[in-house]
């Protein structure tokens, strides 16, 4: 069984930076595929970014492109999603997770996740 925890979030003013961190634990981290996803009120949860066991591969979400960074280290058992140039509609509640198989854009192929975190963006 795998915990993710994630940190970081905050209010922060548009055209400014955050960073995301989720740390896994109770498992093996280079066997997990890890994402990172966000859900705003009253919309469905949208793929942010994702990144393959060993990290040679990153996708990202056409929303964020450019302006998000997914990495992850596997010495300390974390991902960590660096948000720049943020804007209002970047706010949401970010959940990280992790999967065994993918990576994907769908939340079918992960099979742990963290609470969330949240991030709001003023204008």
């Known amino acids: 069984q795998v915990q993710l925890v994630e940190s970081g979030g905050g209010l922060v003013q548009a055209g400014g930076s955050l960073r995301l961190s989720c740390a896994a634990s109770g498992g093996t981290f280079s066997s997990y595929t890890m994402a990172w996803f966000r859900q705003a009120p009253g919309k469905e949860r949208e793929f942010v970014t994702a990144?393959?066991?060993?990290?040679?591969?990153?996708y990202y979400g056409a929303s964020v492109k450019g302006r998000f960074t997914i990495s992850r280290d596997s010495a300390k058992n974390t991902v960590t999603l660096q948000m720049n140039i943020l804007k209002p509609e970047d706010t949401a509640v970010y959940s990280c997770?992790?999967?065994?198989?993918?990576?994907?854009?769908?939340?079918?192929?992960?099979?742990?996740w963290g609470q969330g975190t949240q991030v709001t963006v003023s204008s």
């Open positions: 990144i393959s066991r060993s990290a040679g591969s990153t």
């Open positions: 997770a992790a999967g065994t198989r993918g990576p994907g854009t769908s939340p079918a192929y992960y099979d742990y």
